[in-house]
Nanobody
Framework: QVRLVESGGGSVQAGGSLSLSCVAS????????MAWFRQVPGKEREFVAGIDWGTYYADSVKGRFTMSRDNAKNTVYLEMNSLKPEDTAVYYC?????????????????????WGQGTQVTVSS
């Protein structure tokens, strides 16, 4: 079993920055496909960024968010800059024990077997 624990959410004014972390435990991490999703009440979970063989971003965050991973620490990060009120959501870390390879698969929540508990990000105008 894999456990994912996110941290780093909070409240910030528009234009500010936040960094999220997700620590994985339970299995070898280096081969996992990892991703960040976000969700607001009443809407479907939305892809934000993913690391597989490459790194991929949603168009809405490209150029503002950076996802990275440190396999030695079993951790992925999401550095969020130039935050906007529309970035307000609960952010979830997700893991797949196999590479997903195809971009459409990386962006699809049902392809991830493990999820963190979520961390709230609130951006005020």
């Amino acid at each position: 079993q894999v456990r994912l624990v996110e941290s780093g959410g909070g409240s910030v004014q528009a234009g500010g920055s936040l960094s999220l972390s997700c620590v994985a435990s339970g299995r070898t991490f280096s081969n996992f496909a990892m991703a960040w999703f976000r969700q607001v009440p009443g809407k479907e979970r939305e892809f934000v960024a993913g690391i597989d063989w490459g790194t991929y971003y949603a168009d809405s965050v490209k150029g503002r968010f950076t996802m990275s991973r440190d396999n030695a620490k079993n951790t992925v990060y999401l550095e969020m800059n130039s935050l906007k009120p529309e970035d307000t959501a609960v952010y979830y870390c997700a893991a797949s024990p196999t590479k997903l390879a195809i971009v459409v698969n990386i962006r699809t929540p049902r392809n991830y077997d493990y999820w963190g508990q979520g961390t709230q990000v609130t951006v005020s105008s």
